[in-house]
């Protein structure tokens, strides 16, 4: 890998291959349209576009942040568009707002809110390709504003969710040597004269290479080796960064605390894992949704906005709240002393390898389940005769592999017992860091693994293996 972003066209020529295919996709779900959600239902999984990128390409990317960082952000179609576009924009300088990360915490609220639980985009390929127009629009129009990288560095929810799981993955941004980087003369990976270089410019999101220290916010675009290589003054050891093997959840264990706006980030993102993993099970679906149709029922919301609205508020608001501030409330109330906002932001950080082990069961229960409707899916990339063969039962589609709910179950156990263990490791060292005066009150804070975890735990074995 290191020696491929030495080349001018690495990984630009898979940035383009992925631009290609973004709008062949969007193509694809605009010919496939719908207001019956009953039909949306099986359309979502026979339009192509839909079912590559809700079924596949979201999964892969997650299950991909987690083992390898963001190597998502490498491959990335909107880094190219934004990155060409600030170089013919106006170049302005984001201000604090933006660069408090706010933004993206209400760019993924709003997707969450309105896109998804109002709007079907996921389950409606029409909407769907509005949804990645947009999303191709904000990425060019914040290219055009603003200097540098801005929308990879502040504003994409995408690239932000993957750092918080890029901080378990065992590869990481780094420099082979770090002498020769303090010995630097001309610090190419992040001089301003080399912002907009086409290939080999120096950092667009702001980082310095010679000091990287965690995957949280590196793209892995490789630009800092091709600078740090093409104004090489001869210097044995260059280019230094690249791309390395590190331990495990090192960034979980460096115990870096998040910001306010990435810990809202956080606690919407474990509201969200949840729903993602509790629907897929009858029992703990109509459990988990009994409090949002109840209070829908109870206000009356017949309109599918406010509906929408209050189904999102409870699931991924109010119930994550409660979540994370039960195990601080049993802690003050045993006597501990913590400031809220201490807890939120440092303790937060054991919710995300939970929140990232039952994303992947999530991405694993997703592409497996989809399997059966390849077979159609290229013969048929619109996929409504598809869906209405379906429908009308004149269509069969093929078995899911037999190996398929073995192979899941074991490995969602494993997922999830990992996440619960990291999970507790990270809060013993926040306990020994962070809680000086009221140490045996800590116990408290390990209700973070075992409630948070334990949900998923328990939910896997009833289900799986049929304890219930
Ligand atoms: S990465 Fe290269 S250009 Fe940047 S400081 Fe180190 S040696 Fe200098
Ligand atoms: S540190 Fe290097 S690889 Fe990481 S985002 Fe900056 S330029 Fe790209």
């Not at 916010?217 to 001869?234: A, E, I, T, W, Y």
Request: charged share 10%; aromatic share 14%.
């Amino acid at each position: 890998m290191n020696r491929l972003f030495r080349f001018w066209w690495f990984p630009l020529v898979l940035q383009v291959m992925t631009l290609a295919v973004f709008v062949l996709l969007i193509i694809d779900g605009f010919l496939a349209n719908t207001d019956d959600m009953a039909f949306a239902q099986v359309l979502r999984n026979t339009n192509l576009a839909n079912l590559i990128v809700w079924s596949y390409w979201w999964p892969v990317i997650i299950i991909s942040a987690i083992f390898f960082g963001r190597i998502w952000c490498m491959v990335c179609p909107m880094e190219l568009l934004t990155s060409l576009a600030a170089r013919i924009g106006l170049k302005q300088k984001p201000n604090r707002f933006v660069r408090s990360g706010w933004i993206t915490t209400l760019f993924y609220i709003s997707i969450m809110f309105i896109g998804i639980h109002t709007l079907s985009i996921h389950r409606v390929p029409f909407r769907m390709s509005i949804y990645l127009l947009a999303l191709l629009a904000v990425t060019v129009i914040v290219g055009l504003l603003f200097s540098k990288n801005t929308f990879c560095a502040y504003i994409c929810p995408v690239g932000h969710l993957l750092g918080l799981y890029a901080r378990l993955a065992p590869f990481g941004w780094s420099t082979g040597n770090r002498s020769i980087c303090s010995n630097c003369k001309d610090h190419s990976c992040t001089a301003s004269a080399n912002v907009y270089v086409f290939q080999g410019r120096s950092c667009g999101v702001g980082l310095d290479p010679a000091h990287i220290d965690d995957n949280t916010n590196c793209l892995l675009c490789g630009q800092c080796v091709k600078s740090c290589d093409h104004n090489n003054p001869g210097i044995e050891g260059r280019p230094n960064p690249g791309w390395f093997v590190r331990p495990w959840f090192k960034d979980i264990f460096a115990l870096k605390p998040m910001t306010a706006a990435q810990t809202a980030f956080c606690l919407v993102v474990s509201g969200f894992t949840v729903y993602e993993v509790f629907t897929e099970w009858k029992v703990t679906k109509n459990l988990l949704l009994w409090m949002p149709d109840n209070v829908n029922m109870w206000l009356g919301t017949g309109n599918t906005w406010s509906h929408g609205l209050v189904k999102s508020l409870i699931l991924f608001v109010f119930l994550p709240a409660i979540v994370w501030l039960s195990p601080y409330g049993l802690f003050r109330l045993a006597g501990g002393k913590l400031p809220i906002k201490k807890f939120l932001c440092i303790f937060g950080i054991a919710f995300i390898p939970i929140m990232a082990s039952a994303h992947a069961v999530k991405a694993m229960l997703k592409t497996t389940s989809r399997i059966p409707y390849w077979e159609n899916a290229f013969p048929d990339p619109v996929g409504v005769m598809t869906a209405r063969g379906i429908l009308d039962k004149s269509l069969q589609l093929a078995c899911i592999p037999a190996w398929r709910e073995p192979v899941v179950t074991v490995l969602s156990l494993v997922l999830v017992c990992c996440g619960i263990a990291v999970s507790t490791v990270a809060i013993h060292k926040l306990t020994i860091t962070h809680i000086h005066n009221s140490g045996h009150r800590a116990w408290a804070l390990y209700l973070i693994p075992g409630f948070y975890g334990g949900a998923f735990a328990a939910m896997i074995c009833m289900w799986r293996l049929n304890l219930m």
